[in-house]
């Protein structure tokens, strides 16, 4: 377990323009960070030990606050660089608010230290059937919106397209990877909705899917472009983080938002000025022991535990949300199968090698 966070997710607020039905946030927090702070948190997240970190901006739409998120980022980077620190930004957008001069300040950053997502779900139809503008009217398109910000910017194949797959659209998907792979985008995050009960039907349409995905990747249109199966939702990478929410305060990690506000404060670990990495520790140890209890300890023993770790974010979420947690584990256990195997097939040309990626992209600047 990484005892020292080498991550931090900063949610600078919980409102959002969009309302899309799937969000794990729950925001019922109306805080919104101020410059001061982001600085304060970023001081206190550069003085813990390790001189490689990331900063990401992943749990909220950044640039509905340009401003600060212009000063951020490059406070982040000076600071970073006068103490020697090894910085990645990434910042995940819907694109609605990826305006002109939101598009000049991100083309001029260094691609080999700064990821752009874009959270797009494939053609008009598959998006907008579960992003919605937040109090739009029902014919209102957020793909419309999002996709004309996009192609106006030069640096579409450095973009990380983040794409959701919902039970509904999973026997879209292939054709949903053609059409954003069609855009111009040199990479894709598929990210199955594994807060939802899939049924049976489902997972077998998302696995021979997934099938037709890989191969359009390993010797089809794609080859070459990246494609990531496994995101932050398997893996051990929640012991590395720590979440700024937008409150000001320190938190365990990115997977409280789904909590209500009120009842998150079992998971808070201090402030700018005071960041608690004991307690950390010791609410990553109780967490971990519930999620062992609760699920018979059955992980320990599974061919695909280097992958999954410990589904600590799914034990609070069935637990928040009061759900039948055998059915649940039993749900993300087959799901996670599916991505784990499929994962497998995916040739090593078409996994990013982001050093080398960013120094080709900084060859090519003119856009
Ligand atoms: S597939 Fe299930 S049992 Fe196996 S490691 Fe993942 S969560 Fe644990």
Known sequence: MDKIPSQMDICFSEKCNLDCDYCFVNKTS???????TVKAAVDAFFALEGK?????????????????????????????????????IVATTNGARFDARMREFVVA?????????FSLDGNRKSHDAHRKFRGGKKTDSTFDTAIANFAAY????????????????????????????????????????MFAI????ERNTLDRELKKVVRNFNDGPWAGRNLRLLNRLWGDTHYAKILLGSDGKFYLFEWVLPLQYEDRHAYEIGSPHDLNVGKRNALFAFLFGKTAAKNGGVCASCEFRPFCADPIPMYMWATHRKMDFDAYFANFCR????MIRNSGTVERKNVLDVEKWGKAAKGNTAG
């Open 109 to 117: 950053l260094d691609p080999a230290k700064f990821t752009l997502n």
């Open 198 to 201: 899939w049924g049976e039907e």
């Open 30 to 36: 109306t805080d919104v960070l101020d410059f001061p």
């Open 335 to 338: 799901m996670s199968a599916i």
């Open 154 to 193: 030069p640096r579409r194949d450095l973009v990380r397209v983040i794409t959701t797959i919902t039970p509904s659209e999973a026997g879209l998907l292939s054709e949903n990877v053609d059409f954003i792979m069609s855009q111009g985008f040199g990479n894709i995050d598929l990210f199955p909705q």
């Open 52 to 88: 490689s970190k990331t900063i990401t901006f992943t749990t909220s739409e950044p640039f509905l606050y340009p401003d600060l998120f212009r000063d951020s980022v490059t406070y982040i980077f000076g600071t970073g660089e006068e103490l020697g620190i090894d910085i990645r």
